[in-house]
């Protein structure tokens, strides 16, 4: 077909368009400039370009990944907790033993410290969890001495433990800690047990003191201050009240967090019965009223989206589902795809994507919208099959950290390059178009002083 009875017979057959735009098409597609284009010309022209359409839209929202990269890390025992610091943008690792990590922005290990809460008992005392204070500059660790210790980030000499809460009635193995970014006072430390107990501490005076101290206390400031759980559930401490229930019945709570735009404190179990129990505050911000979804086989694990309300479940049957919390009789959506159980889910905020790994080692990303995964990857992880494992996304800075017992996996996101194309480092001063050639010239010229030159100003007049 010729181009001008590509022009007619498409402005014909179409309905739409002009007769310059389709010679304009065929001109693209006639790239040997025969003068003729036939059926598998056009299609692969346009079968390529929708290529390349999908490649760009592609490359715009699936994150490009770096070689897996496992850090020199001196964990002898499980990893159980990675945490970035922003106020002194350090990581920081605890593994089951006992040994702390300290990591430097670019994850070069800068010190590692043992926090034991009682030395004799270092061969029987395991560390379960680790949060975060930002707010107050401090850590807390759990421990199965059912005692959860707050340490000092601020101090010179190590970390010394300021607090200690003794007497919970089950070793607590799930920790999280959140604060009111408007109001750095207000922040709930809660943490689930091995007894199915849900159990949170909400402070009101964060910034002036955790608890209150004993009177005597002021005679050695840097001397451990024990607090017993009876005591905070009397009120004799006014800077905070705790809150509690026991809606799991005896199952290992796996994960715990409190949500301030639910306002209510999230857990889960492996259970198949109230695996997800979602406690919303009352009014007087010291009562809860429990609603819970079930899931088939139970849950490894949960992440919320605020911005989407939707809590998306790590399924042990092989299933990633979300769920409105507000629906608790049925999921929203189901992702399929994993063919094994899947021990992990979180969410890639800024994109509304989601991630979630399966015990098969393989990493899935989906786009939330459309419920599709955008990217598989299966990398060479350890082949063993009996791991724990840890799975922590640091959005802010792109990167994926995944432990296999004491191991540590680093996932990199690579830099994405600009979508703005630019010509010239500096400003363009002339532009010409050529009719004949059908091509546009730019002329860049600075003189030393930055004022364009005598060239570039008669270019421009002509």
Same mark, same amino acid.
């Given at each position: 077909?010729?181009?001008?009875?590509?022009?007619?017979?498409? !402005?014909?057959?179409?309905?739409?368009?002009?007769?310059?735009?389709?010679?304009?098409?065929?001109?693209?597609?006639?790239?040997?400039?025969?003068?003729?284009?036939?059926?598998?010309?056009? !299609? #692969?022209?346009?079968?390529?370009?929708?290529?390349?359409?999908?490649?760009?839209?592609?490359? =715009?929202?699936?994150? /490009?990944?770096?070689?897996?990269?496992?850090?020199?890390?001196?964990?002898?025992?499980?990893? /159980?907790?990675?945490?970035?610091?922003?106020?002194?943008?350090?990581?920081?690792?605890?593994?089951?033993?006992?040994?702390?990590?300290?990591?430097?922005?670019?994850?070069?290990?800068?010190?590692?410290?043992?926090? !034991?809460?009682?030395?004799?008992?270092?061969?029987?005392?395991?560390?379960?969890?680790?949060?975060?204070?930002?707010?107050?500059?401090? +850590?807390?660790?759990?421990?199965?001495?059912?005692?959860?210790?707050?340490?000092?980030?601020?101090?010179?000499?190590?970390?010394?433990?300021?607090?200690?809460?003794?007497?919970?009635?089950?070793?607590?193995?799930?920790?999280?800690?959140?604060?009111?970014?408007?109001?750095?006072?207000?922040?709930?430390?809660?943490?689930?047990?091995?007894?199915?107990?849900?159990?949170?501490?909400?402070?009101?005076?964060?910034?002036?003191?955790?608890?209150?101290?004993?009177?005597?206390?002021?005679?050695?400031?840097?001397? =451990?201050?024990?607090?017993?759980?009876?005591?905070?559930?009397?009120?004799?401490?006014?800077?905070?009240?705790?809150?509690?229930?026991?809606?799991?019945?005896?199952?290992?709570?796996?994960?715990?967090?409190?949500?301030?735009?639910?306002?209510?404190?999230?857990?889960?179990?492996?259970?198949?019965?109230?695996?997800?129990?979602?406690?919303?505050?009352?009014?007087?911000?010291?009562?809860?009223?429990? !609603? #819970?979804?079930?899931?088939?086989?139970?849950?490894?694990?949960?992440?919320?989206?605020?911005?989407?309300?939707?809590?998306?479940?790590?399924? +042990?049957?092989?299933?990633?589902?979300?769920?409105?919390?507000?629906?608790?009789?049925?999921?929203?959506?189901?992702?399929?795809?994993?063919?094994?159980?899947? +021990?992990?889910?979180?969410?890639?905020?800024?994109?509304?994507?989601?991630?979630?790994?399966?015990?098969?080692?393989?990493?899935?990303?989906?786009?939330?919208?459309?419920?599709?995964?955008?990217?598989?990857?299966?990398?060479?992880?350890?082949?063993?099959?009996?791991?724990?494992?840890?799975?922590?996304?640091?959005?802010?800075?792109? &990167?994926?950290?995944?432990?296999?017992?004491?191991?540590?996996?680093?996932?990199?996101?690579?830099?994405?390059?600009?979508? &703005?194309?630019?010509?010239?480092?500096?400003?363009? =001063?002339?532009?010409?178009?050529?009719?004949?050639?059908?091509?546009?010239?730019?002329?860049?010229? &600075?003189?030393?002083?930055?004022?364009?030159?005598?060239?570039?100003?008669?270019?421009?007049? =002509?």
């Amino acid at each position: 077909m010729s181009k001008e009875e590509f022009m007619q017979r498409m !402005t014909k057959i179409v309905g739409w368009g002009t007769k310059e735009e389709y010679g304009e098409f065929f001109d693209r597609v006639d790239v040997a400039q025969d003068g003729f284009i036939n059926w598998d010309k056009l !299609t #692969s022209f346009m079968l390529s370009a929708l290529y390349e359409k999908d490649e760009r839209a592609k490359a =715009t929202v699936v994150p /490009q990944w770096k070689d897996l990269e496992f850090l020199p890390v001196k964990h002898k025992d499980t990893i /159980q907790k990675v945490i970035f610091l922003k106020s002194s943008s350090r990581y920081l690792t605890i593994s089951k033993e006992g040994l702390l990590g300290i990591w430097g922005e670019n994850l070069k290990l800068q010190e590692t410290l043992p926090i !034991t809460s009682d030395a004799t008992k270092l061969k029987h005392l395991w560390v379960t969890s680790l949060v975060s204070l930002e707010n107050v500059n401090k +850590i807390a660790v759990a421990f199965t001495s059912k005692e959860i210790c707050f340490y000092d980030l601020l101090s010179k000499g190590g970390f010394p433990c300021q607090y200690k809460l003794q007497g919970l009635k089950g070793t607590p193995i799930c920790m999280e800690y959140w604060y009111d970014p408007l109001d750095a006072n207000e922040s709930v430390l809660s943490f689930g047990d091995i007894t199915g107990k849900v159990q949170a501490v909400a402070f009101t005076t964060a910034l002036i003191s955790l608890f209150e101290r004993p009177g005597s206390a002021h005679e050695d400031a840097e001397a =451990t201050v024990t607090i017993s759980w009876a005591e905070l559930r009397s009120g004799s401490h006014r800077c905070c009240c705790t809150l509690e229930h026991n809606l799991h019945h005896g199952d290992w709570v796996r994960q715990v967090t409190y949500n301030a735009s639910l306002d209510a404190i999230i857990s889960s179990t492996t259970s198949n019965s109230n695996t997800v129990v979602l406690a919303w505050r009352e009014k007087s911000k010291k009562h809860l009223k429990m !609603t #819970s979804f079930n899931v088939a086989e139970g849950i490894h694990a949960f992440d919320y989206h605020s911005q989407l309300n939707l809590i998306a479940t790590a399924g +042990i049957n092989n299933k990633v589902c979300l769920w409105n919390p507000y629906v608790v009789s049925k999921p929203v959506g189901v992702l399929w795809g994993h063919s094994a159980s899947v +021990i992990a889910v979180q969410f890639f905020a800024a994109r509304k994507q989601l991630f979630s790994f399966s015990k098969d080692k393989v990493l899935r990303l989906w786009d939330i919208q459309h419920q599709l995964a955008i990217q598989r990857i299966a990398c060479s992880f350890p082949k063993s099959q009996d791991f724990r494992c840890l799975f922590h996304f640091d959005e802010a800075h792109g &990167r994926l950290f995944i432990s296999f017992n004491n191991q540590l996996a680093l996932l990199a996101m690579k830099s994405e390059a600009s979508t &703005r194309v630019k010509s010239h480092r500096e400003a363009v =001063t002339c532009v010409l178009y050529n009719s004949v050639l059908k091509q546009v010239m730019m002329l860049f010229c &600075r003189s030393p002083d930055k004022s364009p030159c005598p060239e570039s100003r008669s270019f421009n007049s =002509t």
